[in-house]
């Protein structure tokens, strides 16, 4: 049924547009994905997965992008995931690159964007998650929160905007992932060498702690593809070294000639199972590395937690395949 929507309906319609659809049908409607999931699983839940002191109702969660702004938060839990993560957040509010700047690339089946980091800021997005956290249900999400760059902050004061963005939302963060990967924002990429990341993780651990004193919130920082082996195992080395909870692997790939942009899904399969293998090989068995890129299948998402990811994330998939598949993935890897 949804495969025949996507086909008549969505893909006819802009890309961006339809994520906006898609983000308000979770809004307003994620309690029908509930009951269809209570209806065809009945009362088992499947069993749940720890990690960083946390438990997660299944393995698979949502990568950030879909709900920059922590819009759809519950309703996108009632669609099966095991956790969701908002964002990208910025310390300031920003519009974004020009449009267009979304693009489906449907011969394999991946997305393409360059949205530039558009998010209503911190301040908006914490007023938002604290109205979400204040109900039973919005407290059950596993909610992980990504925040970047604003695009006019200058390098050398990144440090102090991911620390503003880290003071206001730790306290509705069950963790933080530090996205220093996309290639949206001019020069954010560059953040990446161990020399750049350093002040940034540091920064945000002391803000995060400072925030919120009951808990220590996990912390994590997520790389991308495009990073040289060596480059790799400098942020392995780093992570192990500040004691951080855990690595995200891997946000969209600029290794392609399809325009503007990063392109995720398929794509980026095979180097998302490249980093995440070599990333356990580098940091140990017990650091978290949340596998993110192509999972279309479930033997792709087996394939990554065979590498040695502890968590997975799907976001192009899940727009491929629709509400009910992510549930199913969940359920099915559980069984395993």
């Known amino acids: 049924m949804y495969r025949a929507f996507y086909d008549h309906v969505l893909s006819r319609v802009d890309a961006e547009r339809a994520h906006r659809f898609g983000v308000l049908s979770f809004r307003y409607g994620g309690w029908v994905f509930r009951l269809a999931r209570k209806a065809r699983r009945g009362s088992s839940p499947a069993p749940a997965v720890q990690a960083m002191g946390i438990e997660f109702p299944g393995v698979v969660g949502l990568a950030a992008g879909m709900d920059k702004n922590a819009e759809a938060v519950v309703g996108l839990a009632d669609a099966g995931f095991g956790f969701i993560e908002i964002g990208t957040v910025t310390a300031l509010g920003q519009p ?3 449009k267009p700047r979304s693009w489906r690339e449907t011969d394999v089946r991946g997305l393409r964007n360059r949205m530039g980091f558009n998010n209503d800021g911190a301040d908006d997005v914490a007023a938002r998650l604290a109205e979400t956290r ?55 990429r560059d953040l990446q060498s161990a020399e ?81 293998s070599r990333l356990r090989e580098r940091v140990g068995p017990e650091m978290v590395i949340i596998g993110v890129g192509g999972i279309e299948t479930t033997a792709d998402a087996q394939r990554l937690l065979d590498a040695g990811a502890t968590l997975l994330q799907t976001y192009t998939g899940f727009v ?14 559980a069984a395993d």
């Open 96 to 98: 974004g690159n020009d």
């Open 134 to 188: 204040a109900t039973p249900r919005g407290r059950a999400v596993v909610l992980g929160i990504n925040i970047g760059k604003t695009k006019v902050t200058p390098a050398d004061e990144a440090a102090s905007d991911y620390a503003y963005s880290a003071t206001k939302l730790a306290p509705y963060a069950d963790y933080l992932v530090v996205n220093v990967s996309s290639p949206n924002t001019p020069g954010l």
């Open 196 to 276: 750049s990341l350093r002040p940034i993780l540091t920064a945000v651990r002391e803000a995060a702690n400072a925030a919120v004193t009951d808990r220590q919130v996990p912390l994590l920082v997520k790389i991308a593809p495009d990073l040289a082996d060596e480059d790799v195992d400098a942020v392995a080395d780093l992570a192990v070294e500040l004691g951080l909870d855990g690595i995200t692997a891997t946000n969209t790939t600029i290794n392609h000639a399809r325009g503007p942009g990063g392109l995720s899904g398929p794509p980026v399969k095979e180097r998302a199972v490249e980093v995440v």
């Open 320 to 333: 491929y395949n629709g509400p009910g598949w992510v549930a199913r993935m969940n359920a099915e890897l």
